[in-house]
């Protein structure tokens, strides 16, 4: 064996070396921003569309002569775990060419996450996390918020549900604090129009088998199941639900809203399944149909998905934050802070004094024959299909 | 001449300064271009060490001069830390190597010295942070304190396994500390009280009033507040190596090395098998729990996630690669481990099935690892060249 | 409680204790041939499920669509590959080591576990996400009395029932099993007696993969997903399993699977009754807390092994 070792080594550094060569050097200077997100794992759908989305503009800016820098994406994957979130977080911050982040769909992740921005002060705009506390929470000047918060949600959803009709609930979360978010706020947005909670029971976010739960569920008898957590939980879940034959309805939040949720049960089963997001859909955005387009023609292999349009937007404010203050982190910090009725595709964006946005309408989603439609577009609307009791 | 090269001191010297460059050079690459060149410099010097005959030479000097060598080695550190002071991720790869290493001497103690297989490694490691994070979030205990608690609270959950690790031999002993180790993170995740899968965030450390979590600034130099942990670390790193060296050469080292080679004969012996297993079993994960306070301390967050199963394999594979029962191997199997991935970006996603079938082909093909334990020299001073 | 919750539970009892002994017989079938634990086994079995995917998704795209032939297909075609896997495990990573101390062999297949994990989820298209499992068995209530079953877990237990049993009609009443048994008693005498040592070990890991391909099978079955990361726990709570029925009685890693799921069951039942906010996710905790008790108590599993030492 001692023999092969220098032909192995030459072999191993002629490898090295081939796979390192330089890359081309431009004229301008080149800016990096970060992109954290889940881009595997189970929200992987989402955060790979996030992160094309980001790309996107990343590429139209670069496309344009009148930019003054050269942009580059450092795309991070934190897996949707806090722990990996953390991580690439610190490496993300503690990188001082790395100027700004568009960062994290993970509620979970964010709110850990946010210290270590704080910490090394690069400013962030988070692109998808919902949990109020990430920008609430605190007062870091460095972390903003393009999308809305899961306040707001929740109080469109119960009032909804309330409106059709319904009056007796039982509520399943993932123990993150994303989970538990949901659960505070849907509780306390229940409670204001009436409606009933039978009980409420927190899951692992790996949790495989929910027959404990579900079984007790049956005996408790809701007419809906509100779910607060994401999408591999909600498969299992709504998958399990039909195996012990509950035939409740399954009210979800901006977690299943994704392409994932249907791909993984099956149009069936998914059928009717509820889901709530803020924003409108991207057919009528402002700018949306450029967004899909320009997205199109590049040809990513995923669709933007939920928050895609937001993704794009975060990028495009801290370019021009770039752009206006020089790649400095506390300057860009300081424009972005200014940020008021800024134009993009998801409409106008003003942050307030805790750098979060204002995001007026929320948009409630109904599962239809493998897609999901806007509610007042669907069959169920117009009273052809009927949920769930 | 170079077949007739002498040990001596100054041959020491020389190849610790190419260790130096190395290091740093591994540290400071950058682009892949750069880590590629840094490789291949490595494979250069291993191909010349090897070819010109010097590195049994250079062995030898090793063994003959070990405290030049620890000397030489803290050098090197602090020279690194200072090459880096302003470089964050930098200086935190260095403090997570250092750390790492402490905890391989914990389990080197365990199982390179007393043959007992500590698969929930990474538990004990979690346990020290969470310590660290409930004493400093609820408690004022002074921080240095704290580590010495995060080290006696994880020695004394583990304990709890005693008995078991006891009376069980081989696959038996591998199950009870793989249950342990899914045990607790389960129990963390499913827990509220210890922020279960959120996990606890950890306050600044500070030591007699010295922050360690603020950047220190001196006139215009802005240095990382990971300079702190570096040293921090380094001098933790070099308390657990003397320790783990003086225990290997005492009276208590050569009985746990008898346990591990055959229990029956060591018992003919009358050598007290119960109680050193203790020995090893508590000391290894006191080392453990200790690295992990200190780990908390510095990245400022504990979450269970941190410590799984596969967290445990790495450390065991980290003692493996670096030689069973040889601390000095810990270190570059620590380096290895850890910063390669870091650095090579491509490798980040295949890291684990990398390490598994790295492993694989070690025990297959070398399994003394990259620094095989040298035979038990009981008269110090002269080597076999 | 009611009796359709009781059933529920029973029923969901049985399927985990099924698919327990399954990997946990696995564990007992190699430990008895080559004093070796093959902490893969888990993995194995994930990659037999996965294995049955990828059949099914060819079956479904050449026009093959009647579920029970679909079954049998995958089953045929997951078991043949994943005992030849197994036979491969054994003549390259296994065999080499058979001299070596057992801690390699250990550590060795702890590796390979980790290795087949991460195969599956770095090169199976979207791997690490979980990935639906087609359901292909009938899903009608059966009701016999107040106890009411669905088809597929009733067609489930009976076929692990029938798995079992047929690998005891192999182990008892076959030649193959007699050579199992032999070379499980005493690898020396049984070459001296002209057994084929390598072959029957070789052929023993296949079996026992094979019979882990068909676990994955049924845990797909029965759960409609699988992901990449299900063989590590099911390879660690099947060893539990095998070592409460003590690691060289292939019944007693039966007996093991079961009891395992009923502490799971009992676990998840019992412990939301002791307090109010107690997520029944701690009858993982539970379970193995049991397990780490036992073994202090018996440390050689609960059928004690007959084991002799040579000094």
């Known amino acids: 064996m001692e023999y092969h070792f220098p032909k192995l080594a030459l072999g191993a550094a002629a490898l090295a070396l081939a796979m390192s060569l330089p890359t081309a050097v431009n004229a301008k200077d080149t800016v990096k921003i970060a992109f954290i997100g889940p881009l595997t794992g189970g929200s992987s759908a989402i955060g790979l569309g996030g992160r094309n989305s980001a790309d996107l503009a990343l590429k139209q800016r670069n496309a344009n002569p009148q930019s003054k820098y050269t942009y580059e994406l450092v795309a991070l994957d934190d897996e949707c775990k806090p722990n990996v979130g953390v991580q690439v977080a610190t490496k993300a911050a503690a990188d001082k060419s790395i100027i700004a982040g568009v960062t994290n769909y993970c509620s979970a992740v964010a709110i850990s996450a946010v210290d270590v921005y704080h910490r090394f002060g690069l400013p962030v705009i988070v692109w998808g996390a919902v949990l109020p506390a990430i920008t609430y929470g605190q007062k870091y000047k460095e972390v903003h918020r393009v999308n809305g918060t899961m306040i707001n949600q929740n109080q469109v959803a119960a009032e909804f549900m309330a409106k059709q009709g319904y009056k007796k609930w039982a509520v399943i979360h993932d123990t993150t604090d994303y989970g538990k978010g949901h659960n505070q706020y849907f509780s ?202 | 001449m170079l077949h007739t090269l002498k040990p001596s001191r100054s041959l020491l010297w020389a190849a610790m300064v190419v260790a130096f460059a190395i290091a740093w050079g591994v540290l400071h690459a950058e682009s892949e271009f750069e880590v590629g060149i840094t490789l291949v410099a490595i494979v250069v010097v291993v191909l010349a060490a090897r070819w010109l005959r010097v590195a049994p030479a250079v062995g030898a000097s090793m063994n003959d001069h070990p405290r030049s060598l620890g000397w030489a080695c803290i050098l090197g550190v602090l020279l690194l830390t200072a090459a880096f002071y302003d470089d964050h991720f930098a200086l935190l790869l260095l403090c997570t190597v250092l750390l790492y290493s402490v905890a391989g001497f914990g389990l080197n103690i365990q199982f390179g010295y007393c043959g007992i297989l500590n698969f929930a490694g990474a538990a004990f490691f979690g346990i020290g942070s969470y310590t660290a994070a409930v004493l400093t979030t609820h408690t004022g205990t002074p921080h240095l304190l704290v580590l010495v608690v995060g080290g006696l609270v994880s020695a004394l959950l583990g304990s709890m396994l005693i008995l078991p690790v006891l009376r069980t031999r081989g696959h038996y002993a591998a199950l009870v500390t793989i249950a342990f180790g899914i045990l607790f993170k389960t129990f963390l995740e499913v827990n509220d009280t210890l922020g279960g899968p959120q996990g606890m965030r950890i306050p600044n450390m500070n030591i007699l009033g010295w922050q360690l979590n603020e950047d220190i600034v001196i006139g215009d130099l802005d240095i990382s507040f990971y300079a702190n942990y570096a040293v921090l670390s380094l001098v933790l790193c070099v308390i657990a190596f003397i320790l783990v060296r003086r225990l290997e050469r005492s009276w208590i080292g050569v009985s746990m090395d008898m346990v591990r080679t055959d229990e029956i004969a060591a018992s003919v012996f009358g050598v007290p098998i119960a109680r050193m297993k203790i020995i090893a079993f508590t000391a290894g994960n006191f080392l453990v729990g200790v690295a992990g306070a200190v780990y908390g301390l510095l990245t400022s967050y504990v979450a269970p996630n941190n410590f799984t199963f596969s967290d445990s394999l790495i450390l065991v594979s980290m003692v493996i690669l670096g030689g069973i029962g040889n601390p000095w191997g810990i270190l570059p199997a620590a380096a290895i481990i850890l910063i390669l991935p870091e650095k090579l970006q491509f490798i980040q996603e295949y890291r684990f099935l990398l390490y598994g079938i790295l492993i694989i082909a070690i025990l297959l093909f070398r399994p003394d690892g990259l620094l095989p334990r040298s035979i038990r020299n009981f008269f110090p001073g002269q080597s076999r060249t | 409680m009611s009796m359709e919750v009781f059933s529920q539970y029973l029923v969901n009892g049985l399927m985990l204790g099924m698919i327990y002994a399954m990997v946990a017989v696995g564990f007992t079938l190699f430990f008895g041939v080559m004093d070796v634990i093959q902490f893969a086994h888990g993995d194995v079995l994930m990659l037999g499920a996965f294995t049955a995917l990828v059949t099914f998704l060819g079956l479904d795209a050449i026009g ?55 195969l599956v989820r770095l090169f199976y298209p979207d791997g690490s996400n979980s990935k639906p499992f087609p359901r292909l068995l009938p899903d009608h209530e059966l009701h016999l009395g107040a106890f009411s079953i669905r088809a597929d877990s009733a067609i489930l237990l009976v076929a692990g029932l029938v798995t079992i049993v047929a690998l005891h009609y192999v182990i008892t009443r076959t030649k193959l099993g007699l050579a199992i048994r032999a070379v499980a008693q005493d690898g020396e005498t049984a070459r001296v007696m002209g057994i084929n040592f390598h072959w029957i070990v070789l052929l023993t890991f296949g079996l026992g993969s094979a019979m882990a391909a068909i ?91 007959r084991s002799s030492e040579r000094v």
């Open chain 3, 64 to 118: 093959i669509t009647n579920p029970w032939l679909q079954i049998l297909i995958m089953l045929v075609v997951s078991m043949l590959l994943i005992a030849v896997v197994g036979a491969l495990v054994a003549k390259y990573l296994i065999l080499p080591l058979k001299d070596a101390p057992p801690l390699n062999t250990l550590l060795l297949t702890l590796m390979l576990g980790l290795v087949l994990r991460e």
């Open chain 1, 188 to 389: 306390e947005s229940l409670k204001k129009h009436g409606g009933e909670i039978l009980g409420t029971f927190g899951v692992m976010s790996d949790q495989q088998d929910f027959t404990a739960e579900l079984t007790k569920i049956k005996e408790l008898n809701p007419e809906v199941i509100f779910f607060g957590g994401l999408t591999p939980l909600g498969i299992r879940i709504r998958s399990q639900m039909d195996k012990l034959g509950i035939t409740a309805q399954l009210q979800g939040t901006s977690g299943i809203k994704s392409d994932a949720y249907i791909s993984g049960l099956g149009n069936e089963l998914a059928e009717g399944s509820l889901a709530f997001l803020e924003g409108a859909p991207l057919e009528k955005l402002p700018h949306g149909k450029e967004f899909s387009d320009a997205y199109q023609k590049q040809g990513y292999a995923q669709p933007p998905d939920a928050y895609g349009p937001f993704a794009y937007a975060a990028m495009n404010l801290i370019m021009d934050s770039i752009e206006k203050a020089g790649p400095n982190r506390k300057k860009v910090m300081a424009d972005l802070n200014q940020t008021h009725d800024a134009d993009t595709v998801i409409g106008k964006v003003t942050f307030d004094d805790h750098g979060q946005n204002i995001v007026p309408l929320v948009s409630t989603y109904v599962a239809q024959d493998g897609k999901w439609v806007i509610w007042e577009d669907s069959e169920y609307a117009t009273g052809k299909r009927k949920l769930k009791r």
């Open chain 3, 215 to 305: 676990g994955g099978i049924m845990n797909g079955l029965y759960y409609s997903e699988i992901n990449f990361g299900v063989g590590l726990l099911l390879g660690i709570i099947g060893f539990s399993a095998a070592i409460l029925g003590g690691l060289t009685n292939v019944y007693g890693a039966i007996l093991g699977g079961f009891l395992f799921a009923a502490l799971q069951t009992v676990g998840s039942v019992m412990l939301p009754l002791i307090g109010s906010g107690v997520p029944s996710s701690y009858k993982d905790v539970f379970a193995f807390a049991v397990v780490i008790m036992l073994l202090a108590w018996k440390p050689s599993g609960l059928i004690a092994e």
